[in-house]
Structure formats: C-alpha cells, structure tokens
C-alpha cells in the first residue's frame, strides 16, 4: 500500500499581524499532525503557493515548517516566485526555469510540474515543462502507477475566482497523458477548497487550502463580508493506491490548538 499525504495553499506570510500568525500555526499543525503519525508515509505533496509575497523570509520560514521525517516535494503556485522559490525553499541556485520536481520509485512514481506564470496568476505548462513529463512518464514502467501535480487546475470547477485564473492550455497535456495509460490521477491546489472532478479521463484531486477555506458561489449570500470562510479548519487530502492499483483519497481536517 501507498500512502501520499496531499497539501496546498499554505500561504506563508512574513509581514506580521494576523495572517502571519494564521499561515505559520495552521501549517505548523497540518505538520505536526503527519510527524505524529504511526505510519511513515511515501510521500508529503504541497501543490504551490508555499509563500504569499515570495519573500527570501517567507521561503526560510517555510522550509522550516515543511521539514518532515517524510520525503517532501513541493511545486510553486501563482503567490510564488521561481527565482527565491529554488533559493529558499530548496537550496538550489536561482534561475527562472520551471521548477518540475520527480519521486521516482520502483513503486510509484510523481511528476510535480510547475504551472505557474511569472507575473500572472492564471496557470500554463510551459513547452519546456510538458516536455519533461512527458519524458518522466515514458521513463517510468507501465506497471508503476503515475501521480502527475500541480498548481492550477487545468478545468473549472465552480469556483468564481479560481475558476478566472485556472490553467489554461489544457490541451496540450490531455495529449501527453493520452499516451500514458499508467498515468493514475492528476492532483492539484488553488481552489482553497477539497474537490473532484476529473480531467483527461482521469480523476482530478484538489486539495484544501491549508491557509483558508473560500466561500463556494451559493454560500455567498447578503451580508457576507468575507470570501472566507473562518471556522473551517486547516485539511489536507490522503491518496492510497492499493497493491491492485486502484486509487481512494480520503480527507483530514486538522485541529489547530
């Protein structure tokens, strides 16, 4: 049996106040809940926007936070910037590259892909970037199932906001996966909200915002002052695949105290 643990949105904020202390002690719980786990895990995935402002600080404080006794592979999301993304969040020398990440094993394998755009907030998978998956996917053997993650959903799912800067392009990897049968799911952020859908015949697993939790359109209503929804704790998702290769993905909330 795989166990992935499954985070995104942690948003972490260096400039004080509030929504520093709120990033820091939900992500910090969300942590502390999977290092208090009995069971190691595979792997622990964070789907993009690590940093709120892409502050050198923000990254320091978040490789701290991300620290775990499990293997941790994050990709950037539309807060993040590549350049101190590498430099403070994985010790890498700086470039302005896509920051596509691997876990290969002889089990499973996961291709974190980066849609972000520099600049902007809606998503793509530069060329240079679906090159590499599509490389990683033909590396991997048939009989190894395949998670590929990132940012940006590639289609709505009724969220108004999100939905306005979704990935676009989506196309073009539909046509990579296309030629890739062992590729299981696609998982994804960015919605600050659990939800499931599907995407090129596959499901589609986004995961919580571990930050916030936004209102959907019909929980909106007169008198709402806030797209947040306040008393919704931080979650993350679990993705198990079992020996046979089938894939159930259950939620967590997590209690901060």
């Known amino acids: 049996m795989i166990v992935i643990a499954h985070l995104s949105d942690i948003h972490i904020d260096a400039g004080g106040g509030r929504a520093e202390r709120r990033s820091t002690a939900r992500t910090r719980a969300v942590m502390e809940y999977l290092e208090q786990l009995p069971y190691d895990l595979d792997a622990v995935l964070v789907t993009g926007d690590i940093a709120d402002h892409a502050t050198p600080e923000e990254y320091a404080r978040a490789r701290k936070l ?29 470039s302005d590259g896509p920051v596509n990440q691997t876990l290969e094993t002889d089990r499973f394998v996961i291709a974190l892909c980066d849609s972000s755009v520099p600049g902007e907030h809606h998503g ?24 590929v993650g990132f940012h940006h959903p590639p289609v709505t799912v009724q969220s108004d906001y999100t939905d306005s800067i979704r990935q676009i392009g989506e196309d073009r990897l539909a046509a990579v996966a296309e030629r890739h049968p062992h590729l299981l799911a696609f998982l994804c952020g960015h919605v600050h909200a659990p939800a499931a859908t599907t995407f090129a015949g596959r499901p589609l ?7 916030s939790t936004l209102r959907l359109p019909w929980e909106n209503g007169p008198g709402r002052t806030s797209a947040v929804l306040e008393e919704v704790p931080p979650g993350l998702l679990f ?18 105290a």
């Open 66 to 94: 991300l620290t775990s006794r499990h293997p941790v592979l994050s990709c950037p999301g539309n807060h993040d910037a590549r350049r101190p993304f590498r430099e403070g969040l994985l010790g890498e020398a700086p």
């Open 124 to 147: 793509l998978l530069e060329d240079e970037t679906l090159a590499w998956l599509d490389e990683v996917l033909t590396r991997a053997p048939r009989e190894v199932p395949v998670l």
């Open 239 to 256: 993705h198990v695949i079992d020996d046979e290769g089938r894939l159930t993905t259950h939620y967590r909330p997590v209690v901060v």
């Open 205 to 211: 697993l986004i995961a919580p915002g571990v930050v």
